[in-house]
């Protein structure tokens, strides 16, 4: 609101600047007692400024406004499993959203002092093994609203990236609780002890989700080496039952939903912009490679290979080479673990 209280306002120009974005000019203003009013659509801090101007000359005034509305909801987003040592973002999202104008106190477990920043997003390095408790304070003037979640934080861990049939997208809300609901169930039909997995499904279409396979947190620190070798073991189980569709949920009375695998991960998991650029490199080898495969391919069959008699007395010239089994005794294994868990 605007108010000329001294000056011959019938006579003079007033130019108002609202900061976001809007200028109005008044010329022969009218006096009144409820001034000039705006409406500002989005939070944030405004820079206002009134000019006034008549024949005996000008005068302007500068003022900051604190525009702000209620906080309706706050969410918290963190990954549900973060490497030991390691940097997690965790983010605080906002409804509606607001721009510089709430404070955010990040409490990390028992810790008596919280991190204060002016921003939805932090990084922090957690250094204890085990669940860590994550609560974020919004702070909107007087209303302070909060959510908490709990990360898992191992020293290392296995995932699988996985995709859903085609028919769940059409009933995908993109909201979080139904995220986590399906979460739950892929890890309640997947037959597999609750303390070692872990399921997180992204936001937006089509519907993705990482699977998180974890140590057994009873093995001691000693028996690291047989604990990562257990996971591969496990690991080869899900690929082998992802491959097969054996995992899978009804989702109403006639849809079905069956959980793939996308793509196989390892611990720690690298930012977006590196896994892009690694596939093109590998796309790229892949290519090199094959051309030279071919060359090599097409030099030999134009010069004929010399007779060995080494290979002769080896007993290896002029025989068929043995075809290398798919499984070996690892696989063989992990797939009679996984008939044991699936239909027992």
Not at 81 to 95: F, Q, S
Not at 170 to 180: K, L, T, V
Not at 311 to 322: A, E, S, T
């Amino acid at each position: 609101m605007v108010q000329l209280k001294a000056g011959d306002s019938l006579r003079t120009s007033i130019q108002l600047d609202f900061g976001d974005g809007i200028k109005i000019t008044y010329s022969n203003l009218s006096r009144t007692d409820d001034g000039i009013m705006h409406i500002y659509r989005t939070t944030g801090i405004y820079r206002v400024t009134a000019s006034a101007e008549n024949s005996q000359g000008s005068d302007s005034s500068t003022l900051f406004l604190h525009i702000t509305s209620p906080v309706e909801r706050v969410y918290l987003s963190v990954p549900i499993v973060a490497i030991r040592g390691k940097e997690a973002n965790l983010t605080a999202v906002v409804w509606p959203s607001h721009t510089r104008t709430l404070t955010f106190f990040w409490w990390f477990d028992n810790s008596s002092e919280p991190i204060i920043t002016l921003e939805g997003s932090i990084s922090y390095t957690f250094q204890r093994e085990g669940k860590n408790k994550v609560t974020v304070q919004v702070a909107s003037g007087s209303t302070v609203m909060q959510d908490s979640k709990v990360i898992t934080v191992k020293e290392f861990f296995r995932s699988l990236l996985l995709s859903f049939s085609p028919a769940l997208d059409e009933h995908n809300p993109d909201i979080p609780e139904w995220r986590e609901d399906i979460g739950r169930v892929v890890r309640a039909v997947s037959g597999f002890p609750r303390d070692q997995l872990l399921v997180s499904l992204y936001p937006g279409l089509p519907t993705t989700a990482e699977l998180f396979i974890l140590p057994d947190e009873h093995t001691a620190s000693e028996h690291k080496r047989g604990s990562e070798e257990a996971l591969e073991t496990i690991s080869d189980i899900f690929v082998t039952a992802l491959n097969q569709g054996l995992i899978q949920f009804e989702l109403k009375a006639d849809t079905r939903i069956i959980v793939y695998m996308t793509q196989q991960t390892l611990a720690p998991l690298v930012d977006s912009n590196s896994i892009h650029s690694g596939s093109a490199m590998l796309m790229l080898l892949t290519v090199v490679f094959v051309g030279l495969a071919a060359f090599f391919i097409y030099k030999f069959k134009r010069c004929p290979i010399p007779y060995s008699g080494k290979l002769n007395q080896m007993g290896l010239h002029g025989q068929r080479p043995r075809r290398t089994p798919l499984l070996n005794e690892r696989h063989k294994k992990a797939k009679l673990m996984f008939s044991k868990t699936f239909y027992r």
